[in-house]
């Protein structure tokens, strides 16, 4: 079980890898768009983060549900921003910094809390 686990949070890292990079090559391009790296990123981020959730509650670890809960929240908003604006050929520069700032603040509060 134990091996599974440290699967899903590879897969979890992958995710936020992916959603991250695929944000970081656009920086300087004057196009912003939803690449599917962002899309497919996101949506691997959060189904594993839910997995590692459950793995956690089925064990003996204790959960901060808080914590929890905030990054849920800010994935799901995250992912909510990506999969409305996938299909669209440009999205405004606001949306890509609000995006790549609420990508850092959930990694952050991964790290940091």
Do not use: C, Y
């Not at 790549?100 to 809390?113: E, I, K, M």
């Amino acid at each position: 079980m134990e091996t599974l686990e440290n699967v899903v949070l590879v897969v979890h890292f992958l995710g936020w890898a992916a959603l991250f990079g695929g944000l970081v090559v656009q920086i300087r391009s004057a196009e912003k768009a939803i690449t599917p790296a962002i899309r497919d990123g996101i949506g691997t981020a959060v189904a594993a983060g839910i997995a590692l959730v459950g793995f956690l509650e089925a064990g003996d670890d204790t959960v901060n549900h808080t914590k929890v809960g905030v990054k849920l929240t800010v994935g799901l908003v995250i992912l909510v921003l990506v999969m409305a604006n996938a299909r669209k050929r440009q999205i405004p520069e606001g949306l890509f910094w609000a995006i790549l700032a609420l990508t850092v603040t959930n990694v952050g509060v991964a790290v940091v809390w």
